[in-house]
């Protein structure tokens, strides 16, 4: 069991050998595993949760987890898991098949706990645990992410005491009681979240003793605070910085392909499930063509230059091209690609008149003055904004760009008075989750209640994603699903990515003797869809190492594909033969 909470003054402790200090950026939301959707969030209950599967440290596969094995019922709605029987919760009580049936089903039974997983059993029928060491999961339909539930399996003996989960922030009872290689222990909103070694973690203890998140909202103040050894650790650096860095003695700068895409969605109109509308957006932005030309107008080529400075790719749909199988970019006939003069002609075609001080009016009377909501912490963002100021003027359309900070732009997302909205999102190598966000129920079911960062509802985009879900035989005919709901997504305009950058990073080689990309190689180490950066990384002192998978995973996933028999080996097996196509 881990030591008690450290004191206020000790979680910032960052001169220990074995204290690996990460500067961020974004503040936590929750870190309850049923509310926490912000990056920072879901990154650090990735570290003090396990998940009944995960994902290789270098191919990103599908590998064992607290499941050893599992297998499935000829019709596919039934999925029955081994669970590990050597796993405990850091309080000493055994983590047993009944937690995971009981976090399941709270998701699948109270609406609050549905907040941040609900779409994972959306498709569940039922949960049980007959045994100790096995999982039953019933399923309504067939479905194709059943090996990539990305949820944070709780201790029931913990949470079944809480009386609110839409209230319930997990923040104030330290230790907090969790089964992942790191134990929260601490946290000071708006400062710092601390996180100790979990000594009993079944795959082995970490060879960092404690991690510290430490909230520093300016990126420029992150890179001063890793030169003078403040921070071990940090991410999401502009191209300027991260050349800067490049060559700085006991720095080591990391250029990783990009798993997140950077985007605005255009407001169409916000409106409930039910259909009651609300919000202030420009009533103009409902015109499909108006928002076609919009896109026609902004040159992505140039924001990769000029704002990534070449360390970035320009977007065409929706899904990273860093993951192959589901990547799509639009026809010749399709592509909406910069055209200053073919986005006017649009315009002028469907009556948009231009005015005297150079501004376009609606055909219904409505000046195109359009607000720009853009998160001020994101320096990227911030240049992105400007420049689509600029573009945007060239089609007689003014920008009010209001550049906020996150909670303000939240607010008018939730609260539909906005126009433009800046967003992104970090895709995972099963892409179900940032699909069904622009699916119909996505949409709120009373204002601010919203699971997504776009009022975007198509009868057709909901009819290949069900189809998607359900196909969990053909990977490629699957992949041909995801294509066609992102030419939907690129064609509607609503949903419009921009750019997919690299994550540029750097870490203190004298605070850090060895740390795990994913993938590998030319992998991230924020963000994983894993833990194997934290949990895998030593400590300068203890000298380098080969950053390949350890011998600790290695051995962990050999005794657990031994275990695995019939159906699921082969099933395994069909899905490791495409991992070069995917990844």
Request: charged share 25%.
């Amino acid at each position: 069991m881990p030591a008690a909470a450290p004191s206020a003054a000790a979680a910032e402790t960052s001169g220990d050998n074995d204290t690996m200090t990460i500067a961020v950026s974004q503040p936590v939301d929750s870190l309850s595993p049923f509310l926490a959707q912000r990056l920072i969030s879901t990154n650090i209950l990735r570290l003090s949760y396990d998940f009944l599967t995960n994902y290789d440290p270098e191919t990103n596969e599908t590998i064992p987890a607290l499941a050893e094995s599992w297998e499935t019922s000829d019709d596919g709605l039934t999925w029955t898991f081994t669970i590990r029987d050597d796993v405990t919760w850091s309080d000493g009580e055994p983590l047993t098949a009944e937690d995971i049936a009981w976090t399941y089903t709270t998701i699948m039974e109270d609406e609050a706990a549905a907040e941040a997983n609900g779409n994972f059993v959306a498709n569940f029928e039922s949960a049980e645990a007959p045994d100790p060491t096995t999982l039953k999961v019933t399923l309504s339909e067939r479905q194709a992410t059943m090996l990539a539930l990305d949820i944070p399996i709780v201790p029931k003996h913990v949470w079944e005491t809480v009386d609110d989960f839409a209230s319930f922030n997990n923040d104030t009872d330290f230790p907090v009681v969790g089964s992942g290689p790191f134990v929260i222990t601490g946290y000071r909103p708006n400062q710092s979240v601390t996180l100790e070694a979990n000594t009993d973690y079944w795959r082995g203890a970490p060879e960092f003793d404690k991690l510290v998140f430490r909230f520093i909202p300016e990126k420029d103040a992150q890179v001063e605070a890793l030169r003078s050894g403040e921070v071990s650790l940090i991410s999401g650096l502009t191209p300027a910085q991260a050349d800067a860095l490049q060559g700085e003695e006991n720095i080591t700068v990391n250029n990783a392909t990009g798993k997140r895409f950077q985007a605005f969605t255009i407001n169409p109109g916000a409106r409930t499930q039910d259909g009651e509308e609300f919000g202030d957006g420009h009533p103009a932005l409902k015109d499909k063509t108006l928002r076609q030309a919009i896109m026609r107008a902004i040159d992505k080529d140039e924001i990769v230059q000029k704002v990534y400075g070449g360390y970035a790719e320009p977007a065409g749909g929706y899904i990273p091209a860093r993951y192959e199988r589901y990547a799509w970019s639009p026809e010749d006939d399709e592509r909406l690609d910069f055209d200053v003069d073919a986005a006017n002609e649009m315009l002028d075609d469907a009556g948009y008149e231009t005015g005297g001080d150079g501004v376009r009016v609606s055909p219904d009377g409505d000046r195109l003055k359009l607000r720009m909501h853009v998160h001020n912490n994101r320096p990227d963002y911030v240049s992105m904004g400007r420049l689509m100021q600029e573009r945007l003027a060239d089609i007689g359309i003014e920008i009010d760009n209001r550049t906020v900070d996150p909670g303000v732009l939240s607010d008018a997302l939730h609260n539909g008075k906005y126009d433009l909205i800046f967003t992104g999102w970090s895709v995972n190598p099963d892409p179900d989750y940032v699909l069904n966000i622009h699916t119909c129920d996505a949409l709120p079911e009373k204002p601010g209640t919203m699971r997504g960062d776009a009022y975007f509802c198509d009868k057709k985009y909901d009819e290949l994603y069900a189809k998607q879900l359900a196909e969990d035989s053909d990977p490629e005919k699957r992949a041909e699903y995801v294509k066609r709901m992102q030419a939907i997504l690129y064609d509607e305009a609503v949903v419009n990515t921009l750019t997919y950058s690299n994550l540029l990073e750097a870490y203190r080689s004298d605070v850090i003797g060895s740390i795990q990309v994913q993938p590998d190689p030319g992998g991230n180490l924020w963000g994983q869809d894993g833990h194997w950066s934290f949990s895998m990384a030593t400590p300068a002192a203890a000298g380098t190492r080969d950053t390949g998978t350890s011998a600790v995973v290695i051995a962990a996933l050999a005794a657990a594909l031994a275990a695995i028999g019939g159906g699921a080996y082969l099933y395994l097996r069909r899905r490791a033969a495409t991992a070069e196509d995917r990844e």
